[in-house]
């Protein structure tokens, strides 16, 4: 029989392999439904950040982290990263 700490272990081992998505702001836009009807392909939406302000990182509707953006080194495709600048925690606002 499982002692009570042995089911905690396990509940804890099972939960730690749980992926999690984790969703990156770069930031937003506000147009109006005039203007979305009005896009075309290569149109330019502006957003509310600069090229240089951090993202922003969110599990779910919470915000847990901002970073910056980088390319990955060493790849030939561009692909992108954050590096972390700060991470929140339950008693930190971050927003």
């Known amino acids: 029989m499982l002692e009570t700490a042995d ?3 396990l509940s804890t081992d099972i939960l730690k392999s749980v992926s999690v998505e ?3 702001s770069v930031g937003s836009a506000l147009p ?3 203007e979305l009807t009005k896009l075309q392909t290569d149109a330019v939406l502006p ?3 600069r090229i240089d302000d951090p993202v922003e990182l969110f599990i ?3 915000l847990i982290a ?3 953006l980088e390319e990955v080194a060493g790849t030939e495709d561009g692909q992108l990263a954050v590096r972390l ?4 925690d339950a008693s ?3 927003g």
Do not use: C, P, Y
């Open 92 to 94: 930190q606002d971050l």
């Open 47 to 49: 957003l509310d950040k």
């Open 7 to 9: 089911v905690e272990n």
């Open 85 to 88: 600048t700060e991470i929140g």
């Open 66 to 68: 901002k970073g910056h």
């Open 22 to 24: 984790i969703r990156v």
């Open 32 to 34: 109006t439904i005039d």
């Open 60 to 62: 779910g509707d919470k």
